[in-house]
């Protein structure tokens, strides 16, 4: 597609339910991220795919965090047993390859009530 | 680790200023530097990019310069409109050999005024 597509665009969910927020990059882009940004705060950086290599998960808060990317293309992030604090917009980048610039996604906003 | 600082927080101006915003970052050991807007409740929209070996990249009213030796990059607004309010963020992109992160600074909050 021309850009970086993330549904839903909002989503509210109860504690302890699981999420999937999704993420469709450019097309040919090899590389995609997500980052969180917490209300009033800097980008958090979660979780880094590229081409074939195994992902960088250094980013990942717990491991109710997690992330697939399915045939080098779209891209799944899954929170389990959300809780308050997980409350975020959740944002996806792609880039043409590791060097490139990056091009973001609109963001899923997720409330934990 | 590399760290990237944002001067100034906020910014308010009247419209027709020309102002810059200001990004330092700690390790200079860079693939390139991009610049960002935000809109409030809303995503990021990409600015301009400046690759390591370059010394500035300029898109309409936006320049943007690049010392990578001594950390710091800057960004141009000339003739500022209240369509131009947003935040600014600087971010930079590690050299590794194996894919890098972007490690972002705090934003520069900006405000043009009618």
């Known amino acids: 597609g021309a850009g970086v597509s993330q549904s839903p665009s909002n989503k509210v969910t109860e504690k302890g339910k699981d999420v999937e927020l999704r993420c469709d990059p450019i097309s040919g882009h090899t590389a995609l991220y997500w980052y969180r940004q917490s209300l009033g705060q800097g980008l958090e950086f979660l979780i880094y795919?590229?081409?074939?290599?195994?992902?960088?998960k250094s980013g990942l808060p717990s491991d109710r965090f997690s992330a697939e990317r399915t045939g080098g293309s779209v891209s799944t992030l899954t929170i389990q047993r959300t809780q308050q604090e997980d409350s975020a917009v959740y944002l996806c980048?792609?880039?043409?390859?590791?060097?490139?610039?990056?091009?973001f996604g609109s963001g899923t906003r997720l409330t934990v009530v | 680790k590399q760290e990237v600082t944002q001067i100034p927080a906020a910014l308010s101006v009247p419209e027709g200023e020309n102002l810059v915003l200001n990004c330092s970052f700690t390790d200079s050991a860079i693939y390139n530097l991009q610049w960002f807007r935000q809109d409030p409740g809303k995503g990021l929209t990409s600015l301009l990019l400046?690759?390591?070996?370059?010394r500035e990249q300029t898109s309409g009213r936006l320049n943007a310069s690049l010392d990578k030796s001594s950390g710091r990059s800057t960004l141009y607004i000339a003739a500022s409109q209240p369509g131009d309010s947003a935040t600014y963020l600087c971010?930079?992109?590690?050299?590794?050999?194996?894919?890098?992160?972007?490690?972002f600074g705090e934003g520069t909050q900006l405000t043009v005024n009618p």
């Open positions: 400046i690759q390591s070996s370059q």
């Open positions: 795919f590229q081409g074939n290599s195994a992902p960088d």
């Open positions: 971010a930079v992109r590690r050299a590794e050999t194996s894919g890098s992160r972007l490690t």
């Open positions: 980048a792609s880039s043409l390859n590791f060097r490139g610039g990056y091009t």
